[in-house]
């Protein structure tokens, strides 16, 4: 008889940026197919600007940045941020950028049930809201997943660096923690 097989949950774990996380920040934030699902197209991508970009991203006010750590193997996955928080409504955006070599393992919806507990447990928040590409099926899915709501769509919201114009959704999620 073969004993009944346990499939464990992907673990994740966030932690401050270090000097040896700079290369994958730089190759994340130079990958502007991967910017382009995040809603970004930044406007320099040498070594001083994407510096400054990350040192914007640690130091905005009741924000957070974190770089997401695989916890089976202890190597930086990519990064999660809440930006734009709005304190006397307790509410901020989310987002999640993972390298090619995490995606597809369930490290994204673990990263996101993290990054909720964190945003209710440190910072506050008791709402968390994200824009997400109305393509960017991967992201619609796991943030569905774990409790966020469509509340509108941002029609021809966002234009990539070629033009191509994309409509956005707007979701929500009310304060607790992931399922």
């Not at 809201?129 to 469509?150: C, Q």
């Not at 234009?159 to 191509?164: F, I, K, Q, S």
Request: hydrophobic share 45%; with cysteine.
């Amino acid at each position: 008889m073969h004993a009944p097989v346990t499939l464990e949950r992907p673990r994740v774990a966030f932690r401050d940026v270090r000097e040896d996380d700079l290369p994958m920040l730089f190759r994340l934030r130079r990958d502007l197919a991967l910017q382009s699902l995040l809603l970004t197209v930044p406007d320099a991508l040498d070594d001083a600007a994407v510096n400054g970009w990350i040192a914007r991203r640690r130091n905005e006010p009741g924000g957070l940045f974190r770089i997401v750590e695989d916890a089976s193997c202890g190597e930086a996955a990519g990064y999660v941020q809440i930006g734009n928080v709005h304190r006397r409504n307790r509410s901020g955006y989310a987002g999640i950028c993972l390298a090619g070599n995490a995606r597809g393992r369930g490290l994204g919806q673990a990263t996101l049930g993290k990054l909720i507990a964190i945003a209710h447990d440190e910072l506050g928040l008791i709402k968390l809201l994200s824009e997400v590409r109305a393509d960017n099926f991967t992201a619609l899915r796991y943030n569905l997943l774990l409790g966020f709501k469509v509340v509108g769509t941002l029609r021809t919201h966002f234009t990539t660096a070629e033009g191509v114009q994309h409509d956005v959704l707007l979701l929500e999620r009310l304060s607790g923690h992931a399922s």
